[in-house]
């Protein structure tokens, strides 16, 4: 039986005070690092360690039957309490989950070119992206005591967006689920790439997600409803939610308050025009549309937000709800205030001249 929006709503904010006790097919444990000379599949040499945390390993290798190709190696293990019928099965889901990442091609998408097992761990192999995360170029900026430029910044967004409406126009849906600057890469070409498949998500025929490489994401990018873990409504909207506490801490410089903080105090969401005055105010209002707790009061899909980050400020607010017109209005105000204090100034210089 199918969820409403405000069941799954309810069930994600119980969630975040209570945490899921299902155990989960996957339950990850990291594994000590490979090192390097390490040959897997008899394939990919290891060559370096490029990150390792709560979802696991991933390595820079060598492709051995291509020389001077590198890819990126995503190393997970599976929880060795497991019992065996249960290894198996998570197994099974494994392959079912990366031959749907290995279908996947897209210019802002890494493509996934391998997958295989050992009897304790799986690996995905993919393009190897080399240049600087958006987080590290926060940081920078940060120590520089300067904030990104909002130009660029919308540049990234849009070359994201398209990542999304491809990966949402799959059959079914493909959910990313872990969108943040650290996991978005900027290639020495300007290209945006959309990096880290560990939480990716299909959608089933019934509207409820089936997990693909399971994981939860990140408290300050994820969605009230995401909080549910394996028992969450994740959708497309809630990458969009993502996306755009994403362009809160790229535009602000600040990350914006997690969502399970803005349900108890709404307050806690500063304004991005208050961090960063440089900001268009229909940027803010479309950034702040993206980051509504419920669903339905998000963008509907990627294109939506897209139209409402468009060059043409009339085409923007057309493409925004009609409550977010009030929003950008008001914005306006003091811009409006200023121009005709401008005015009445340069009046009185002019009559002044005259007498």
Request: with cysteine; aromatic share 6%; hydrophobic share 40%.
């Amino acid at each position: 039986m199918r969820k409403c929006a405000g069941d799954a709503m309810r069930e994600a904010a119980h969630a975040a005070v209570t945490p899921p006790t299902r155990p989960s097919l996957m339950r990850i444990v990291v594994p000590e690092p490979l090192p390097p000379g390490h040959v897997l599949h008899e394939r990919y040499a290891i060559r370096q360690l490029l990150a390792r945390g709560g979802m696991g390993s991933i390595y820079l290798a060598e492709d051995q039957r291509l020389p001077g190709r590198q890819c990126a190696v995503k190393e997970v293990e599976h929880d060795p309490d497991l019992a065996e019928p249960l290894r198996a099965e998570s197994r099974e889901q494994f392959f079912r989950e990366a031959s749907v990442l290995a279908r996947l091609d897209h210019p802002n998408l890494p493509k996934v070119s391998d997958y295989f097992s050992d009897p304790q761990r799986e690996y995905l192999v993919m393009d190897y992206v080399a240049g600087p995360d958006l987080k590290s170029m926060i940081d920078q900026a940060a120590a520089r005591g300067t904030r990104l430029a909002v130009a660029e910044i919308l540049r990234w967004a849009d070359q994201i967006l398209d990542a999304l409406s491809y990966l949402h126009g799959q059959d079914p849906p493909v959910i990313h689920r872990d969108i943040k600057p650290s996991n978005l890469k900027l290639t020495p070409s300007g290209l945006i790439k959309l990096v880290d498949f560990g939480l990716v998500k299909t959608m089933a025929p019934d509207d409820m997600t089936v997990t693909v490489i399971q994981g939860r994401g990140t408290a300050l990018y994820t969605p009230l409803e995401q909080y549910g873990g394996d028992t969450g409504h994740t959708e497309p909207r809630s990458d969009l939610f993502s996306l755009g506490a994403t362009l809160y801490h790229l535009l602000t410089g600040h990350p914006p308050a997690e969502a399970k903080e803005r349900f108890l105090r709404p307050e806690a969401l500063v304004p991005p025009r208050q961090l960063g005055p440089e900001i268009p105010p229909y940027v803010e209002a479309c950034v702040l549309w993206a980051l509504s707790l419920h669903p339905d009061d998000r963008p509907t899909d990627a294109d939506s937000m897209r139209a409402a980050l468009h060059p043409d400020p009339a085409e923007r607010l057309l493409s925004l709800p009609s409550s977010w017109h009030r929003k950008w209005e008001s914005a306006q105000a003091p811009d409006r205030g200023l121009t005709m204090l401008a005015a009445a100034l340069l009046l009185l210089a002019m009559v002044a001249s005259l007498a």
